[in-house]
């Protein structure tokens, strides 16, 4: 059983930063690529960015191209999302998975097996 854990989430105002962590359990980590998404209220479930298992490639939505960045620590087992200039409309529910499935669309949630219970974003204009 794999449990990923996100911390880091907050209250910030526009043009503000915040960092967020997923530490996940299992030896297997470094084996997978590890996406983030989001959900806002009363919307779907979005993607965010993802990263390769080895950390070698990684891909953003449209939308936080340029102002977030995902790295992760193979070593510690953790996935970061540094996020700078933070609009409003960034505001939600921010969630860690695990990617199961080698290739396909990093976009489709189905492919990822394992959710971290979320961490909320809110950012104030």
Avoid at 62 to 84: H, P, W, Y
Avoid at 96 to 117: E, I
């Amino acid at each position: 059983q794999v449990q990923l854990v996100e911390s880091g989430g907050g209250s910030v105002q526009a043009g503000g930063s915040l960092r967020l962590s997923c530490a996940a359990s299992g030896r297997t980590f470094s084996h997978y690529a590890m996406g983030w998404f989001r959900q806002a209220p009363g919307k779907e479930r979005e993607f965010v960015a993802s990263i390769s298992f080895n950390g070698g490639n990684t891909d953003y939505a449209d939308s936080v191209k340029g102002r977030f960045t995902i790295s992760r620590d193979n070593a510690e087992n953790t996935v970061s999302l540094q996020m700078n200039s933070l609009k409003p409309g960034d505001t939600a529910v921010y969630y860690c998975a695990r990617k199961s499935v080698f290739g396909g669309n990093s976009y489709y949630t189905g492919l990822y097996d394992y959710w971290g219970q979320g961490t909320q974003v809110t950012v104030s204009s």
